[in-house]
């Protein structure tokens, strides 16, 4: 069973960073492209940031310029680092394989991020 156990979320005001991480077990890791998902109060499960398997990052328009995507094959994870974080940031942040996967594994509990005005 794929466990994905997101963290690094918080409360940061505008304009902050943070730092999320997701830790895949239970897979290799390694043969799959991931993403990085976030999904604000009413609103659907978005994508923000891919990366494939030889470190070829792509984002939307959410994250381009201020979010980094990055993978640590010896730790089985991948991080998110996001800079000047917008009020419109604010939603709960979700790791999985990237969009167009056959399936996706079971969705973690993602990290909360809330930035204030």
């Known amino acids: 069973q794929v466990q994905l156990v997101e963290s690094g979320g918080g409360l940061v005001q505008a304009g902050g960073s943070l730092r999320l991480s997701c830790a895949v077990s239970g897979s290799i890791f390694s043969i799959y492209a991931m993403g990085w998902y976030r999904q604000a109060p009413g609103k659907q499960r978005e994508v923000v940031a891919t990366?494939?398997?030889?470190?070829?990052?792509n984002y939307t328009v959410s994250g381009q310029g201020r979010f980094t995507i990055s993978r640590d094959y010896a730790k089985n994870t991948v991080y998110l680092q996001m800079n000047s974080l917008k009020p419109e940031d604010t939603a709960v942040y979700y790791c999985?394989?990237?969009?167009?996967?056959?399936?996706?594994?079971?969705w973690g509990r993602g990290t909360q991020v809330t930035v204030s005005s």
């Open positions: 990366i494939t398997t030889a470190g070829i990052t």
């Open positions: 999985n394989k990237r969009p167009g996967s056959t399936y996706y594994w079971p």
